[in-house]
């Protein structure tokens, strides 16, 4: 595992100057261009904002940055998953070259992932500030464990969708109906406390991505240090995932060859 | 010390008829237990070979006999289904080299990515970017993003790449005929100064006679067995016999 890893290590500049050339294109080279890639969550939550402020009657203020702060989020785990399903496609060319570790070709998609996420994550933090300021500043720093763990989140998911996607051509599309499944069952564009008392709290307790939101919205929107229980799951959700990256890749490592 | 040594090693592709298949035509297979059978090609069957350092060694046979295949489960592109691998030293392959540009990125940037995916650092590059570039002889097309050069032009630029590192073995996949002719003249200089280089060659080749030139070793493949190894010279020899002969019997 160690050993991998430090492969993985030594072969940073290949990966990384990769992840900058995908980040380039991405904005191509101009902050238009950023803007333009942060379009999608900042235009869904003007409309629903409209629109769901007045049904669940919240001020934009209180809702606006919890929309945003769950969207952005949301897009990170569903679009690294996505994106990730063709990560070993994208890097065929190489792997017929050369024998380097396999995860560095999902690790591409994961750090390019999180760094738009991190970009995104600066737009709701202004807007927060904007609306309603920061209650307790020092709090934002639990953000640098939750990052992490969505960072480690993300490159297991990219892992497990990429060899899903060789093996199996249809992945890519199940997972798109699979997230957008989970999407409505996520307290995303509603707050939690509107299924409590109806019967379907189970659906927040049991969702694994639910711990995942707190991590991010907690801190910046309430100022406060998500609970114990919070991390707990959190971590729990994370070491799963990556454990069963791991074992993917301890099993399939050698064969994904054949399967290109 | 570089060496190459494999111990009855055995390489079977196991082939889907259709390609890759679905997770719903999975299931229903599954449900109905009706599969396909994977159809098995034995590339390579129990070959043991030794190679030390200072030999340059030339595989031939017919197309089919699993040459290309030999030459990527040395690189370690491909793990051996059976039997053992073992590799002592750096190893630069030049095969496939004209796959795989980033088609958005320049090609500064492409000499890059490909340098680092080698081995290189940032450091260890910069001093190999400009002579890569000049081999090329692409100029100002460099700054231009690679989707636009033609099948030629990649073929230049990798191969100038592939050939700037000095590796410890090179694997060589019939790369002589790149470019036009008077870049394909420059190309088999390159290729004769990194053979002096490097500690241990393999290289396939259909062209029996400049192998023969190349290499002081050679091994027969056929049908993913080892019909014959040898010095170079007798190796052709009972080749090109075997070739004739089958051609008396053809006619």
Not at chain 1, 87 to 97: L, N, S
Not at chain 2, 135 to 157: D, I, Q
Request: glycine share 8%; proline share 4%; hydrophobic share 45%.
């Amino acid at each position: 595992m160690s050993s991998y890893m430090a492969a993985v290590w030594h072969c940073r500049y290949f990966w990384w100057s990769l992840v900058k050339m995908d980040l380039r294109t991405r904005y191509r080279r101009s902050i238009i261009g950023l803007g333009w890639s942060l379009l999608h969550p900042i235009a869904m939550t003007t409309i629903l904002c409209f629109v769901f402020s007045n049904l669940f009657n919240a001020t934009v203020a209180e809702y606006g940055p919890y929309l945003l702060a769950g969207l952005v989020t949301w897009n990170y785990v569903s679009g690294v998953t996505i994106q990730g399903c063709q990560c070993f496609f994208q890097g065929e060319a190489y792997i017929r070259q050369h024998p380097a570790p396999l995860a560095v070709y999902p690790l591409r998609t994961a750090l390019g992932g999180t760094i738009h996420f991190l970009i995104a994550l600066v737009v709701v933090l202004a807007l927060t500030w904007y609306f309603r300021g920061f209650a307790n500043l020092p709090s934002l720093w639990c953000l640098v464990p939750a990052i992490t763990l969505l960072f480690v989140l993300g490159w297991s998911l990219a892992v497990l969708a990429g060899f899903a996607n060789v093996l199996f051509q249809d992945t890519q599309h199940l997972s798109e109906i699979g997230f957008q499944i989970l999407f409505y069952a996520t307290p995303i564009m509603y707050m939690s406390s509107l299924l409590e008392g109806r019967g379907m709290d189970w659906l927040v307790q049991y969702n694994p991505v639910v711990s995942l939101l707190q991590l991010i919205r907690e801190p910046i929107l309430y100022g406060r240090v998500p609970t114990v229980q919070t991390y707990g799951t959190a971590i729990l959700i994370v070491f799963l995932v990556a454990s069963a990256a791991a074992a993917t890749l301890a099993r399939l490592q050698r064969r994904l060859i054949f399967h290109l | 010390m570089a060496s190459i040594e494999l111990d009855k090693a055995s390489l079977t592709f196991r082939v889907r008829p259709a390609g890759r298949i679905t997770l719903k035509e999975f299931l229903i297979r599954q449900v109905r237990r009706s599969g396909t059978p994977l159809i098995k090609v034995r590339a390579l069957q129990e070959v043991s070979l030794s190679f030390q350092e200072g030999q340059r060694v030339g595989i031939i046979g017919p197309n089919g006999a699993g040459k290309s295949t030999l030459l990527k489960l040395l690189a370690g592109i491909y793990p051996p289904t059976r039997g053992r691998r073992h590799v002592d030293g750096r190893i630069s392959s030049l095969f496939d080299i004209a796959l795989g540009f980033e088609g958005d990125a320049s090609g500064w940037e492409n000499i890059s990515y490909r340098g680092y995916l080698q081995g290189e650092t940032p450091r260890s590059m910069r001093d190999k970017i400009k002579p890569i570039a000049e081999f090329s002889e692409l100029g100002e097309f460099l700054n231009m993003p690679v989707r636009y050069y033609s099948a030629g032009m990649m073929v230049r630029l990798a191969f100038s790449i592939a050939t700037a590192i000095e590796p410890e073995i090179l694997l060589v996949d019939e790369v002589l005929s790149v470019g036009d002719m008077a870049f394909q003249e420059k190309a088999r200089k390159r290729m004769r100064e990194m053979m002096a280089k490097a500690q241990l060659i393999v290289a396939v080749s259909h062209d029996l006679h400049s192998l023969t030139k190349l290499c002081d070793r050679g091994v027969w493949l056929d049908h993913g067995r080892v019909r014959l190894v040898g010095p170079m010279s007798e190796v052709i020899s009972a080749y090109t016999d075997s070739v004739k002969s089958g051609q008396v019997q053809a006619a």
